[in-house]
């Protein structure tokens, strides 16, 4: 590779085209170019500063700001993350299920993630413990 089409693949990359893009036009190997910008950490410019859907709160809407490497936020704070997950309790993907009849009053109850509940809740847990004393 000559030190023109180095200097090519620098300015395009700069323009955001991408590697097959570059390929056609310099007729060189797509997994050269890869390899060249992996090498000397080239990476593709932001096309665009305005933020985008992915970018804000999918609670309050409120931008969001990314680390480098790090996990891709969706929510900006954990307030905001539970009031999210509260109003829309038909996106929880729940697998583990469980359906039991409480011991002390024998209703029908349903709990998530524990499979050895006895009761339905903690009123019900307490008469029990009063009528074993």
């Known amino acids: 590779m000559t030190d023109a089409q180095k200097q090519q693949i620098r300015l395009r990359r ?44 999918a609670n309050c809407g409120c931008l969001l700001s990314h680390t480098q490497g790090a996990k891709h936020k969706r929510f900006c704070s954990d307030k905001c993350r539970m009031s999210w ?28 993630g524990n499979a050895g509940r006895k009761y339905c809740s903690r009123t019900c847990f307490g008469a029990a413990r009063r009528t074993f004393l």
């Open 85 to 112: 997950w509260k109003a829309h309790p038909e996106a929880i993907n729940r697998k583990a299920l469980y359906r039991f009849v409480c011991q002390t009053c024998g209703t029908e109850f349903e709990a998530y």
């Open 14 to 57: 700069a323009k955001g085209e991408s590697y097959s893009a570059i390929a056609r036009a310099l007729n060189i190997s797509e997994n050269t170019i890869k390899s060249f910008c992996r090498r000397n950490n080239i990476g593709v410019a932001k096309k665009s500063e305005q933020p985008t859907a992915t970018d804000l709160c």
